[in-house]
């Protein structure tokens, strides 16, 4: 009996996580710079509230948040490196940054 409670139990785990992969190869995207600006086009949502940011070249990420115009930033990212920032569910935000920025778990919104 306790052997089979642990293998439901292991499915279920695993598939828990093949989900939570699924999720994260889907939402992610790698935003370009546009004519040489910093600026990009695109506007993002966190799927999680926790956004994963890798770069390129070396720069600092500046999310502003559209409604209210806060600012997050990820001081300094050199290429190869990921960081990870708490960004608030529910937001879009306009993000800033030199070189190609792939981000994870984001929603995605082109203007």
Not at 19 to 37: C, N, P, S, V
């Amino acid at each position: 009996m306790k052997k089979r409670i642990l293998i439901c139990l292991l499915i279920l785990v695993g598939a828990a996580f093949l989900f939570y992969l699924g999720i994260q190869k889907t939402h992610t995207f790698t935003l370009a710079d546009r004519e040489g600006t910093s600026l990009k086009g695109e506007q993002i949502q966190p799927v999680f509230g926790t956004v994963q940011v890798s770069s390129s070249c070396d720069t600092a990420v500046v999310f502003t948040d559209t409604e209210t115009g806060e600012t997050y930033e990820i001081g300094y990212l050199t290429p190869g490196i990921r960081e990870k920032i708490r960004l608030r569910r529910g937001r879009w935000y306009t993000v800033t940054g030199a070189g190609e920025l792939t981000m994870g778990a984001v929603i995605l919104r082109i203007e």
